[in-house]
């Protein structure tokens, strides 16, 4: 099992950027795929980005692609989500998941763990 806990969210203005990093403990972080998805208020969960265990594999969302980037750190156990040029439609609250085996990427039901997330707020 792993625990994930996310940091770094905040209040931003437009254009501006934030990092989110997501913290693993628990298991060798190395053996998990990694993802961020974020949940507006009134909205579904939606899917952000995806890091493969050795971060040689990264999918993202068509509405971040080009403005933010995935990335994993195995030694120190960690994802981070640098997030440039924000919008006020990227505000949201931000999650970590994490999973050991293959699955749906964009999908909720492919992760079996998630952090309890961190607050974006883009101010236009």
């Known amino acids: 099992q792993v625990q994930l806990v996310e940091s770094g969210g905040g209040l931003v203005q437009a254009g501006g950027s934030l990092r989110l990093s997501c913290a693993a403990s628990?298991?060798?972080?190395?053996?998990?795929?990694a993802g961020w998805f974020r949940q507006a208020s009134g909205k579904p969960r939606e899917f952000v980005a995806h890091?493969?265990?050795?971060?040689?594999?990264?999918y993202y969302s068509d509405s971040v692609k080009g403005r933010f980037t995935i990335s994993r750190d195995n030694a120190k156990n960690t994802v981070d989500l640098q997030m440039n040029s924000l919008k006020p439609e990227d505000t949201a609250v931000y999650y970590c998941?994490?999973?050991?085996?293959?699955?749906?990427?964009?999908?909720?039901?492919?992760?079996?763990?998630w952090g309890q997330g961190t607050q974006v707020t883009v101010s236009s």
């Open positions: 998941a994490a999973a050991r085996y293959f699955g749906d990427h964009r999908r909720e039901q492919g992760y079996d763990y």
């Open positions: 628990g298991r060798t972080f190395k053996d998990y795929r």
């Open positions: 890091i493969s265990w050795s971060g040689d594999s990264i």
